[in-house]
């Protein structure tokens, strides 16, 4: 499962073929045309799962003619003997093993690297497993039929298991609908998944569906499987009557069984019927989910699919259903977010209402285990805080002190700690949730940092305690009230109503670390930077700080007050970011340099669609927004300072490289839809961002 999400999503794996494409196959064109027909339709297929906005996509098996007719087309050892009716009136070729079986080739390398190339998300492949494929064969060779299934897992399925993993696939489903059809074979179908998945460096899942005893056969010998990730049926045999009780939860009996039996794995909790047109309510997908988390005791270890392959149903139909999946899957966050778990059980204790919410073990960054050379990281100006922590760092000519982060746990403060204002936005009579409080601990969450946020109670600070490695502190209520009006391209704000962050009561969140400090309209007083100048290095957001409200209400930025904020911050150790209009024209642009010299800190200047300029240690950047990943280019906001400050400062990146990837997530960003990225995007599309060295 991915780190620090959740209630992740996914698709099981088929959808129906498009009729265009059914058509094309049937017509005379030569091969290669279809092969790229079929490349157009899973192309169709992953965005459409993207945008929906799973966790984990495939190409919904678009090359695949069935599920056991397609792989065995690969297989020597078998001859195709008819057709069976498998269920409604679906029918599939049934083969006889006449022969030693073994792989002829690998039957899904190639769709994977399509899947691959074109996904934004984690791929997740589904694999036929082997004990399905011997219990829809008929066995005219081996002894039994337990021994065909450990032939298959030897022969064929990990071999093909193994060149998917060679070719960079991390998260495997394998498909064993058959698992539970004779219940005194359930040891055969461990026997046989094990052996297929022995020695693979993979994330494993299994999928099992319409069990005939509701997978009670699956205990005890399911303890001993090899898979981290069941991806079970449930909605099937569930009432669609509202409620998150045992009396309307009649399908999720499993649910007591795996908690019983101390099975430690993870759920893929099927919540969409897959045989039925009939809509679920997106309230009968969160009162599923809910159930699920009270009786497991812990929604971390839930991630949310429907039963099965959707390719029964239209393409309409599916995606309606994945749509209303999302919903409730929204709607089950939101609820675990307020605390209305009924009191579920966590790694931590217990969850009680209003609470902050479940915590299961530390984050880990994505390369956190690996030991890089030695970086040189240069922050500004010895200022009190860093003569405890400065390690084996050296000066320059300037008088700052450079700071070795190849090591960065040793020598820079690794717990990052924002102080923040939350915010709600009236944009055209609809009011969001906004506020760099929100954004910024979402982004530092998503990039799966660990954060303290301290900012005022409201809407924004009960959406972050939903969001795993994201502590809480609560400075004061109320939110800032902004009315925005949108015309065009551009955007007037105006004022509603100020709130002041009460700090005094945070103190105890403070302490060593990374400080990203950012208010929109004065709610954070400048003190409280000098204040946190002293525990550890500052990014300092200068929007809250240079704005000035006019009578009517309108906001815009004095140049006046970004001086003297500026003149005021001197050689404390701060970095301050804003975008190009919030700084005074002197600094802007090349101007950086100068201005960063004559105040003596450290800057980011950023912009929309043009280049951005940071000023670090001495050292003068311009870097190049990245176009056409889910918008037009941006170096602005919010995510850009949390990226940035968790980049460069605790994991001590190079200025350049760091910027890089503020910059991409700034961009990604703009997706539309949550999770606004990963981290393996943010470290992707960075490679796309252009940063020059100026001076």
């Known amino acids: 499962m991915p ?30 045309e279809k092969e790229l027909a079929r490349d157009e339709a899973a192309l169709a297929n992953i965005k459409m799962l993207e945008g929906v906005g799973l966790d984990y996509v495939y190409d919904g098996e678009v090359r695949r003619i069935e599920m056991y007719e397609y792989p065995v087309r690969y297989i020597e050892g078998f001859e195709f003997a008819g057709l069976v009716r498998s269920f409604d009136n679906k029918y599939y070729r049934k083969a006889r093993v006449v022969g030693p079986v073994r792989l002829r080739e690998n039957y899904h390398l ?64 394998i498909d064993e609908p058959a698992a539970t059809t004779h219940p005194d074979e359930v040891p055969i179908f461990v026997e046989a998944f094990n052996e297929s998945v022995r020695g693979l460096d993979a994330e494993i899942h299994v999928h099992i569906c319409y069990s005939g005893d509701n997978y009670r056969s699956l205990y005890p010998h399911a303890l001993e499987l090899r898979a981290s990730h069941y991806a079970l049926e449930f909605a099937n045999r569930d009432t669609w009557e509202l409620g998150a009780d045992d009396e309307h939860r009649v399908g999720y009996d499993f649910l007591r069984l795996m908690r019983e039996h101390g099975d430690p794995r993870t759920l893929g909790l099927g919540v969409v019927d897959v045989h039925t047109d009939r809509m679920e309510p997106p309230e009968l997908v969160r009162d599923r989910i809910l159930y699920a988390a009270r009786v497991l005791g812990d929604p971390w270890k839930l991630m949310v699919n429907p039963d099965c392959g959707l390719r029964t149903r239209s393409r309409r139909v599916a995606l309606q259903k994945l749509e209303t999946m999302m919903r409730g899957v929204e709607m089950a966050r939101a609820a675990l977010a307020r605390g209305a778990g009924g009191g579920i059980r966590t790694h931590e204790g217990e969850w009680p209402t209003g609470s902050q919410g479940p915590r299961v073990g530390p984050l880990r960054h994505p390369g956190a285990d690996r030991a890089p050379a030695a970086r040189i990281c240069a922050f500004p100006a010895p200022s009190r805080w860093a003569a405890g922590i400065r390690g084996p760092g050296r000066g320059d000519a300037a008088g700052r002190t450079l700071y070795t982060a190849g090591r960065t746990r040793a020598h820079l403060p690794g717990r990052m700690i924002v102080i923040a204002s939350s915010t709600r936005d009236l944009i055209g009579g609809s009011e969001r949730v906004g506020g760099p409080a929100f954004y910024i601990g979402t982004a530092l969450h998503l990039l799966g940092a660990e954060a303290v946020v301290v900012t005022g109670e409201g809407a924004a600070a009960a959406l972050l305690r939903g969001l795993h490695g994201i502590r809480v502190e609560v400075a004061g209520g109320g939110e800032t009230l902004f009315s925005i009006d949108v015309d065009g391209d551009s955007r007037t704000l105006r004022l509603i109503r100020a709130s002041r962050m009460e700090l005094g009561g945070a103190a105890g969140a403070w302490g060593p670390g990374t400080y990203i400090i950012s208010g929109t309209m004065g709610e954070i007083p400048v003190e409280v ?18 704005r000035e409200a006019a009578d009517g209400g309108e906001v815009a930025s004095s140049a006046d ?26 600094c802007r642009d090349e101007g950086i340099a100068g201005c960063s010299r004559r105040y003596g800190l450290d800057m980011a200047i950023t912009d929309a669609g043009n280049p951005f300029y940071l ?39 190079p200025a350049e490289e760091a910027a890089a990837r503020a910059s991409a997530a700034a961009t990604l960003k703009l997706r539309g839809r949550q999770p606004w990225f990963t981290p393996a995007e943010v470290e992707g599309a960075a490679r796309r961002v252009r940063v020059e060295r100026l001076g």
């Open 3 to 32: 780190e620090g999400k959740l209630l992740p999503t996914k698709e099981i794996g088929s959808l129906r073929k498009p009729a265009w494409l059914l058509a094309f196959l049937r017509s005379g064109a030569p091969q290669e």
């Open 110 to 173: 190639r769709e994977f690297e399509f899947v691959r190339r074109w996904a934004s998300r984690t791929p997740k492949i589904p694999v036929t497993g082997p004990y399905t494929i011997a219990d829809w064969s008929y066995d005219e060779y081996y002894r039994d039929k337990g021994e065909l299934a450990v032939e298959l897992a030897r022969n064929v399925i990990r071999p093909l298991l193994q060149g998917l993993v060679e070719a960079g696939a991390r998260v495997i489903q």
């Open 529 to 546: 930077v000098e204040e946190a100048a002293d525990r550890g290095p500052v990014i300092l957001d200068l929007q809250g700080f240079v």
């Open 561 to 586: 007050l970004a001086r003297g904020l500026m003149r005021r911050l001197a050689g404390l150790g701060v970095l301050v970011r804003g975008e190009r209009f919030e700084f005074p024209p002197e």
């Open 615 to 653: 000023a670090v240690g001495g050292s003068i950047y311009r870097g190049h927004p990245i176009w056409g990943i889910h918008g037009e280019p941006i170096g602005v906001g919010d995510v850009f300072t949390a990226a940035l400050g968790h980049y460069l400062l605790s994991l001590g990146l």
